[in-house]
């Protein structure tokens, strides 16, 4: 699994080289022995686990007979694959998970947050991410950082050609007043102006459905244009990614199954008003 955010771009572009090395027809020994690598190598380059050059994608292409506009794309990406986003120029500071969850946020096309006990990051206000952090220990001397960090994530929400973004939420999270009932007011509404955007959709689960499928626990589903679906899976001190096709797929489903569960999105927004007016009074 990639570990610096780099290998990010490096995904998709891996992807690309393996969807135009089976145009051709060859496989990856066939590649590896005339370009003088080992087929783990190439593998690795095209699941995106492994660092890739300009120069080796300049090899891979002449193998696949790619020219002009094509090639010049292709190698752009690479080009820019080891470039570093600004959650690596920011600050030392942040955890390499974090790191890597931003770089992946970033090149997603569609993410999912399951979320059971929490707001998710991409709609937390400063203040509640600032309560939440104190709340979990986080250093004084570190505690800005990451709220900055955590605000610029969200700018991918607003950006030119945005992701989807699909919140689904357990009433627990709108309940529970984290910073004080002055800071969830002010967070769930800010949910709310969020989902008027239209790439952002949230569907609440009111507590009063009972056992649904997302009890198991909460989870962040990432889809990619050319990439494989990554699944992010959050515990109290590390956080594993799985992308593995018979690990992602139950979570399509039990996403799929939820959005039955839940509000609908008009519904789930008069939720969200009704429980902010309760804060307000």
């Given at each position: 699994m990639p570990k610096r955010p780099a290998t990010v771009r490096a995904r998709g572009l891996g992807a690309e080289l393996r969807e135009l090395r089976n145009k051709t027809g060859l496989s990856t020994q066939k590649v590896a022995?005339?370009?003088?690598?080992?087929?783990?190598?190439?593998?690795?380059?095209?699941?995106?686990?492994?660092?890739?050059?300009?120069?080796d994608v300049s090899a891979l292409l002449v193998l696949y007979e790619i020219t002009g506009q094509e090639r010049e794309r292709l190698l752009e990406l690479a080009r820019e694959a080891d470039q570093p986003g600004w959650w690596e120029r920011a600050s030392s500071a942040l955890p390499p998970r974090l790191t890597a969850l931003i770089g992946f946020e970033s090149e997603a096309i569609r993410i999912t947050d399951v979320s059971l006990a929490l707001v998710p990051g991409l709609l937390q206000i400063p203040e509640y991410t600032r309560a939440l952090l104190t709340g979990f220990g986080a250093p004084k001397s570190e505690l800005e950082t990451l709220v900055v960090a955590r605000l610029g994530r969200q700018a991918l929400l607003s950006k030119p050609n945005p992701p989807e973004f699909l919140a689904i939420l357990d009433e627990a999270v709108l309940r529970r007043p984290i910073g004080g009932r002055h800071v969830m007011a002010a967070q769930l509404r800010h949910i709310i102006t969020a989902s008027q955007r239209s790439n952002v959709t949230v569907q609440v689960i009111p507590l009063d459905r009972g056992e649904h499928a997302g009890l198991n626990g909460s989870?962040?589903?990432?889809?990619?244009?050319k990439a494989r679906t990554l699944v992010h899976l959050e515990h109290r001190r590390s956080g594993i990614f799985v992308d593995e096709p018979d690990d992602v797929d139950p979570f399509r489903e039990i996403t799929e199954t939820l959005r039955g569960t839940a509000l609908d999105p008009a519904q789930s927004t008069a939720f969200i008003t009704s429980i902010a007016h309760e804060y307000e009074r």
């Open positions: 022995q005339q370009l003088g690598w080992s087929a783990s190598t190439l593998n690795r380059i095209e699941n995106g686990g492994r660092a890739i050059t300009s120069e989870y962040l589903l990432l889809e990619f244009s």
